[in-house]
């Protein structure tokens, strides 16, 4: 422990008035007791009304006069010292994407209370079998008769389980005390890990790899031999075995006597991901996800500290498992939006464990068929190290594609949600006893409007996005607040059949069973993935050959791996190429060539229809030839047309008050505080055309996408700037501004490089 005679401490208050260190004294029993992550108990406020607190610093320098410290109130009980790590790892998080010290510390810390371990306990016989007989028929004269089953059974038994005799003998704690206390028995208790893994499986070694997969996992193992630590993106075709180069990776690294995190996007991909790590790395292998509870969750820390597991496995949290030796961390379909966290502070995964890995001194290596524009742009660059895996190890093939034009089957008469080239292809899977999964790029209504007959969508005319639907027959922009009136007939060809989108998976659903009696379908979406464990019935089901089809949202495009399937439908292409987002083509692009790979993955060849509006635009005809690099081409060039991540930076600023009025004027005061502190105008919103790249371009504010949320309204303000750094310095001088005005009702948060506008 750390002496020192004052402790600088965090307040666990969620305001940004008190978002900083406030000086406390250390009483005599505390000197030396406190360090860096203790979690206290301080007088605070007025009213020394006591709250919970984390010291980031223990130190002797006083900040202030000594009769105006208060004295530190005791270390808080149950509670679990914070790394020294964990506090950096929170500093840095506050710094780089704007939010509260106290938050951020949240965040990273994946328990905050130390819970009792379970315990298993048992009856053990001290006498011998005759003697117990002896203490039985005693029982039995004194009419003892609980006392006398527990001692019938013991005669037999040397050891018994205590629940069990609780339970099925009826026995009371009382009765059992009391032979313990008279040596007739001893009540002996271990405890044990709450284990959220329930997979029995046997042990299997490592594939063979391939000469790429090969020459990938010597590099990066030498590298690390050598004191290298870099950043590694892996892009393979779907099917190329990126997996078990993680595997192998993670093999090496365990040799080394190292520790190990795999993120993955999705808590439906645990179960499967698990499963083959599991059959490599056996019980050392766990995970940490939402679905667990809370003692679950404190055990897998504990184990991961004291060196018990080599791997843990899960979505953007599990980042935050406190490995002592961590000596790499994998993110598998880097691309995924999920990483990004969409509360405060709003981190993504991605740029996180490139810090972690650095404080770690581990190795990072990102995942994907369809890396982000922000990765392989780093790549290409040279920030990350980038290979290649361009052929199936199984020598299978790529699953030849078909896209269907949508608006000649409305044309041609057809009405359905499945083409007639889909509904061909569906009867002969079901005939073959193969599988197909059809894939809606939604749970259910999209936001914005499309002519059925031309395939015309209602854009900005400010901006290359399309115009949201929103209540009233409005049509917004989302980035420039452009507004007009939904129109009745196509501005293009003039027919009436304009309007939203509104199919869901359920609609889908109920149709197939319409169409072809007796198909067994599975479906799975936000609706029927509530319950715990629900993600793993649906997929186990499926694997082992209960349903026909799965239908269901981009969760089930994800990584999964089928062998039997060889038809997968993708409904609607157009609902996620049409959001009114700048990165509407690059997520279409994923989602489609995601779901291509789906199909075709074991011995049989795989056929893939995708259903569109518009099949002339260039991310559904590079998805369906799957060229990356054709559709990495094409689309970097429109983001430095219109001044986009990854080519220059992007902060948005959410304003939210109470009060329409004064929410607006204080978007408007923080707009024009903006304004005064970056150098010139910009060129047209795009500060990558300004002379030497320095300049920061503002847009807005106007209302945010969703105006008003439970009486409370929106507004929103963009920033772009080529120097990251230059939007923090930015987001710093808000935060000055926010501190030093009366804003208790109103509420400013920020987004770096945001992936869903507000």
């Known amino acids: 422990m750390t002496r020192g005679r004052y402790a600088n401490i965090i307040i666990d208050i969620s305001h940004e008035k008190v978002d900083r260190t406030f000086q406390y004294k250390i009483p005599e029993e505390l000197l030396g007791k406190l360090e860096e992550g203790t979690c206290v108990q301080v007088p605070f406020g007025k009213g020394d009304h006591l709250r919970q607190g984390y010291v980031v610093e223990v130190t002797d320098r006083r900040e202030f006069p000594e009769e105006k410290l208060k004295t530190v109130a005791g270390i808080a009980p149950g509670s679990l010292p914070v790394e020294a790590d964990a506090i950096k790892l929170a500093a840095w998080m506050k710094k ?27 009856i053990v016989r001290l006498l011998d079998p005759e003697e117990t007989r002896s203490v039985w028929a005693e029982a039995l004269r004194k009419n003892q008769r609980a006392r006398a089953k527990v001692l019938k059974e013991l005669i037999t038994e040397e050891i018994l389980p205590y629940e069990l005799v609780r339970a099925k003998l009826n026995i009371s704690a009382s009765v059992l005390k009391s032979l313990e206390s008279q040596e007739v028995i001893r009540i002996e208790r271990e405890s044990y890990y709450r284990n959220p893994v329930k997979i029995e499986a046997d042990r299997e070694q490592g594939r063979e790899l391939s000469k790429e997969q090969d020459r990938i996992r010597r590099q990066v193992l030498t590298d690390f031999d050598q004191g290298k630590r870099k950043t590694y993106l892996l892009h393979g075709i779907t099917g190329s075995g990126k997996t078990e180069v993680y ?64 791997v843990i496995i899960g979505p953007r949290s599990a980042l935050f498992v406190p490995f002592p030796n961590l000596g790499m961390i994998v993110i598998d379909e880097e ?38 524009l922000e990765a392989y742009y780093l790549a290409r660059k040279g920030s990350y190290e980038l ?11 790529l699953a030849s594609v078909c896209v269907v034009d949508l608006r000649k089957e409305l044309r041609e008469g057809n009405r359905s949600i499945f083409s007639r080239r889909l509904q061909e292809l569906l009867k002969e899977r079901i005939a073959g006893k193969e599988q197909a999964m059809l894939f809606l790029n939604r749970r259910g209504y999209a936001g914005f409007v499309s002519c059925r007959s031309c395939g015309y969508v209602v854009k900005c005319p400010h901006c290359d996005v399309s115009l949201s639907q929103h209540m009233g027959g409005r049509m917004v922009c989302h ?49 029927t993935t509530r319950k715990k464990d629900s993600y793993e019935k649906i997929l186990a089901s499926f694997s082992a050959g209960e349903a026909d089809v799965l239908v269901g949202t981009q969760m089930i495009v994800k990584g999964h791996d089928f062998p039997n399937v060889t038809l ?54 590079r998805s369906a030839s799957q060229d990356y690099k054709a559709f990495y081409e094409e689309e970097i060039l429109y983001r430095e047309l219109g001044g986009y991540p990854p080519v220059i930076h992007m902060m948005a600023i959410l304003i939210a008050s109470p ?9 408007g005061r923080i707009a024009e505080l903006i304004r005064k502190n970056i ?18 371009a503002l847009i807005g504010p106007t209302k945010a996408s969703i105006g008003k949320i439970n009486d409370i309204y929106r507004f929103i303000i963009y920033c772009k700037s080529a120097e990251y750094e230059r939007l923090t310095e930015i987001k710093d001088k808000v935060e000055a501004y926010m501190e030093s005005v009366d804003t208790r009702e109103e509420n400013v948060q920020f987004d770096f490089d945001p992936m869903n506008h507000f």
Not at 270 to 276: A, C, D, S
Not at 351 to 364: D, F, I, P, V
């Open 659 to 667: 009060c329409e009025e004064r929410g607006q004027a204080l978007a």
């Open 568 to 621: 997968v439908g993708v409904l609607a292409a157009d609902l996620s190429l049409n959001d009114s987002d700048y990165r509407s083509g690059e997520r279409t692009f994923q989602l489609l060539t995601q779901a291509a790979g789906r199909a075709g993955r074991g011995s049989r060849p795989g056929e893939v229809v995708i259903q569109t509006y518009r099949p002339e635009h260039y991310s559904i005809v």
């Open 335 to 372: 691309h995924e939006a999920s990483y990004k966290s969409e509360t405060m502070p709003r981190y993504h995964a991605r740029e996180t464990a490139r810090y972690l890995a650095g404080l770690k001194n581990a190795a990072l290596v990102l995942g994907s068929a369809t890396p982000s």
């Open 247 to 310: 595997l192998s990776l993670i093999e090496g690294m365990i040799k080394r006597k190292k520790q190990c995190i795999v993120l993955i996007p999705e808590i439906a991909l645990t179960y499967q991901t698990l499963l083959r790590f599991y059959k490599r790395f056996g019980d050392r292998v766990s995970v940490m996800n939402s679905t667990l509870s809370a003692g679950e969750k404190f055990d897998q820390c504990e184990r991961a500290k004291k060196g018990e597991l080599d």
């Open 96 to 122: 780089t994407y704007g939010s509260t010290m106290i938050a951020a510390l949240k965040t990273v810390l994946p328990v905050k209370q130390a819970l009792k371990p379970r315990e298993k306990k048992k």
């Open 479 to 527: 980035y420039c607040g452009y507004e007009t009136g939904q129109p009745t007939k196509c501005p293009e060809c003039g027919s009436p059949y304009i309007l939203g989108f509104k199919a869901g998976t359920e609609q889908i659903e109920q149709q197939l069973g319409r169409q072809f009696p007796g198909i067994r379908v599975l479906r799975m979406d936000a609706d």
């Open 679 to 696: 150098s010139g105008p910009g060129c047209a919103g795009n500060p990558a055309k300004s002379p030497g790249f320095e300049r920061a």
């Open 387 to 397: 290979f290649t895996l361009n052929y199936r190890p199984t020598g299978g093939n």
